[in-house]
C-alpha cells in the first residue's frame, strides 16, 4: 500500500471529472491536479513551436517545457496559456499528443512526483487508476451518456450540441483505442455514472463510496 492519500478519477470527456475533482478536493482538504491539462499544455507547446508532427521533438519538449498545472491555471514555460490550452485546435490535436509514448512517461513521472511532493491529491485525467496511482486510496470511473457529456460542454464553452457529441466520440473512440495506457475503467475502480445527476448529487454518491473504504 502507498502512504499517499490518492483519489484516483478517471472517465470520458465530459463526465464532470473536472467539477467533481475541484471539489471533492476542498471537501477532503487535498489538492487537485488536471492531468488532462498537462497533456494540453505539451501540444499547445508543440503548435506553438511546430513540431506536432515530429513525435521525437514533440517528446523532448515535454521531457524539456516547465508547465505549472494549479487552481489558478496553466502557465507553459512561464507563459499563462490557461485559455490557449482549451481552444479547438489543441482539443484537436491533443488526443496524437496522448498517444506518444514517451510523452506520457515523462508525464506520468511528473504527476508521481506531484503527488509525492503533496503527500498525495485528487488527480484526474484516464489513466490515473490503471497506470499512473493503481493503489490509489479510491479510484473512481466517472461517466454520462455521451448526449449528456456534449450538453454539458456546450453549457461551458458553447457550440452546436450535435457537432460537439460527435467530436467527443470521436475523441473517447481515439482514447479508449489507443495503444499505450487507453482509457479503460481499471480493476476495483467503482463507476458513477452522472447522467441525470447533480453535482452535490455526485459529491454525495462518492463520499457514499469513501466511507464504505474505512
Ligand atoms: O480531460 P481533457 O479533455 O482535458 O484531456 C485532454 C486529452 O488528454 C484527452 O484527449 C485525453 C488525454 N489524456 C490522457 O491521455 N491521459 C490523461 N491522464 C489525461 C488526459
Given at each position: 500500500?502507498?502512504?499517499?492519500?490518492?483519489?484516483?478519477?478517471?472517465?470520458?470527456?465530459?463526465?464532470?471529472?473536472?467539477?467533481?475533482?475541484?471539489?471533492?478536493?476542498?471537501?477532503?482538504?487535498?489538492?487537485?491536479?488536471?492531468?488532462?491539462?498537462?497533456?494540453?499544455?505539451?501540444?499547445?507547446?508543440?503548435?506553438?513551436?511546430?513540431?506536432?508532427?515530429?513525435?521525437?521533438?514533440?517528446?523532448?519538449l515535454a521531457r524539456d517545457v516547465t508547465l505549472e498545472v494549479g487552481e489558478h491555471g496553466v502557465l507553459v514555460d512561464g507563459v499563462d496559456a490557461t485559455v490557449e490550452i482549451r481552444s479547438a485546435e489543441v482539443t484537436r490535436q491533443v488526443s496524437r499528443v496522448a498517444a506518444n509514448s514517451a510523452v506520457r512517461t515523462e508525464l506520468v513521472a511528473r504527476q508521481r512526483e506531484w503527488a509525492k511532493v503533496r503527500g498525495g491529491g485528487v488527480i484526474e485525467g484516464r489513466d490515473?487508476?490503471?497506470?499512473?496511482?493503481?493503489?490509489?486510496?479510491?479510484?473512481?470511473?466517472?461517466?454520462?451518456?455521451?448526449?449528456?457529456?456534449?450538453?454539458?460542454?456546450?453549457?461551458?464553452?458553447?457550440?452546436?450540441?450535435?457537432?460537439?457529441?460527435?467530436?467527443?466520440?470521436?475523441?473517447?473512440?481515439?482514447?479508449?483505442?489507443?495503444?499505450?495506457?487507453p482509457l479503460v475503467q481499471a480493476d476495483g475502480s467503482r463507476v458513477v455514472d452522472t447522467t441525470g445527476m447533480s453535482i452535490d448529487e455526485v459529491l454525495g454518491a462518492i463520499e457514499g463510496l469513501l466511507q464504505e473504504q474505512e
Open positions: 500500500m502507498s502512504d499517499l492519500r490518492v483519489i484516483a478519477i478517471d472517465g470520458p470527456a465530459g463526465a464532470g471529472k473536472s467539477t467533481v475533482a475541484r471539489a471533492l478536493a476542498a471537501r477532503l482538504g487535498l489538492e487537485y491536479l488536471d492531468t488532462g491539462a498537462m497533456y494540453r499544455a505539451v501540444t499547445f507547446a508543440a503548435l506553438r513551436r511546430g513540431v506536432l508532427d515530429d513525435a521525437a521533438a514533440v517528446a523532448a490515473i487508476a490503471s497506470v499512473v496511482f493503481p493503489d490509489a486510496e479510491l479510484k473512481l470511473y466517472l461517466t454520462a451518456s455521451p448526449r449528456v457529456r456534449a450538453e454539458r460542454r456546450v453549457a461551458e464553452a458553447g457550440g452546436d450540441v450535435d457537432e460537439v457529441e460527435a467530436q467527443i466520440a470521436a475523441r473517447d473512440s481515439y482514447d479508449s483505442s489507443r495503444a499505450d495506457s
